[in-house]
């Protein structure tokens, strides 16, 4: 196992268009988060899955981004109607489901919106 | 969430030890004190956590405050592979049977490595 895998490394986009991301974690794992990360900041949990169960979402998650995942393995998060203000690097890690698990973070995907 | 707080910056010299400090004065009972880092352009990477007792790995040595207020990650020789932000999180591990919540990232520490 190579560890999380996000694609695409880099997406542009023009504003008002969709994009999704994917994410494989490590193929044990059965949990797996979603983070936003903008320069110069930490970053920022969006939502959490156990399985194939989402169990958590920060209010940072508006309805214009969604996340699935089917079957509890891969999973994608998609952002509908994109805006200047999503440009950032979007990160997803997994974990095991023990007691202060390490979490493993992908490379990241970046979202550049023009 | 119990709050962190740390340095922006630190500067040390190659093959040096490092003490990054970090200050949690409301931490419970049952939070656990996580060290991540992120290299430039990489996700973040774990590096260690502990409870109560001091603990050591490959990596680093993690250093609790016996009133478990503050923490000190210490990296015994640092090369300039180890310039990175480093994270220092609290998380309750009462939330890891179920509805566990994601890591709360602050802005860390940019630590900055001179050859």
């Known amino acids: ?114 | 969430d119990a709050k962190t707080t740390q340095p922006n910056s630190m500067e040390s010299n190659e093959e040096e030890p490092v003490h990054l400090p970090c200050n949690h004065s409301t931490i419970s009972g049952t939070d656990y004190i996580h060290w991540y880092r992120q290299l430039p352009s990489q996700g973040p990477e774990y590096v260690i956590h502990g409870l109560t007792s001091n603990v050591n790995n490959r990596m680093a040595s993690l250093a609790i405050a016996e009133d478990r207020k503050s923490s000190t990650l210490i990296l015994h020789r640092a090369t300039l592979r180890d310039a990175a932000v480093y994270y220092c999180i609290l998380r309750d591990y009462l939330y890891s049977g179920g509805g566990a919540d994601g890591l709360t990232f602050g802005k860390g520490t940019h630590l900055i490595i001179q050859p």
């Open chain 1, 1 to 114: 196992d190579t560890g999380v895998s996000q694609n695409p490394r880099h997406k542009i986009t023009k504003r008002g268009q969709n994009v999704t991301f994917r994410c494989d974690p490590i193929s044990e794992h059965n949990r797996l988060y979603w983070y936003r990360q903008t320069l110069g900041q930490g970053p920022e949990f969006l939502t959490y899955f156990q399985n194939e169960a989402q169990l958590e979402k920060s209010r940072l998650l508006s309805d214009r981004f969604s996340a699935e995942r089917p079957k509890g393995s891969f999973s994608t998060l998609e952002i509908q109607r994109t805006e200047q203000g999503d440009s950032a690097m979007y990160l997803c890690a997994s974990s095991l489901e023990v007691t202060g698990a390490e979490a493993f973070f992908g490379q990241g995907t970046r979202l550049t919106v023009v």
